[in-house]
Nanobody
Framework: VQLQASGGGVVQAGDSLRLSCAAS????????KGWFRQAPGKEREFVAA????????YYADSVKGRFTISRDNGADTHFLQMDSLKPEDTAVYYCAASRHGNGPRLGLYYDYWGQGTLVTVSS
């Protein structure tokens, strides 16, 4: 199973980016999908998650109202639309998939992880 994250880059504060995460090797459309990030010198933290059918979404307080998670089960891909980016959003962003969907905010419940994509927001 592979999760391929893409869409990272260097932007200025206030700009937008859209991250994508495509699954291959196994169908993960029934999995809860999530995004986590890790800034330099910091621990990995939860960003957002979406249930298998997209009916429930979860966000970290720090991104609520600015980031939107979505999914396209036809393409077995999920997305993270990031608007009004701030320098503190700078991090490597990892996509992940959880079979059981328990504790969507907790990384330990995720079964598969992507390789990460770097987002750098300059002030």
């Amino acid at each position: 199973v592979q999760l391929q994250a893409s869409g990272g880059g260097v932007v200025q504060a206030g700009d937008s980016l859209r991250l994508s995460c495509a699954a291959s090797g196994r169908i993960l459309t029934s999995y809860t999908k999530g995004w986590f990030r890790q800034a330099p010198g910091k621990e990995r933290e939860f960003v957002a998650a979406i249930s298998s059918r997209g009916s429930s979404t979860y966000y970290a307080d720090s991104v609520k109202g600015r980031f939107t998670i979505s999914r396209d089960n036809g393409a077995d891909t999920h997305f993270l639309q990031m608007d009004s980016l701030k320098p503190e959003d700078t991090a490597v962003y990892y996509c992940a998939a959880s079979r059981h969907g328990n504790g969507p905010r907790l990384g330990l419940y995720y079964d598969y992880w992507g390789q990460g994509t770097l987002v750098t927001v300059s002030s």
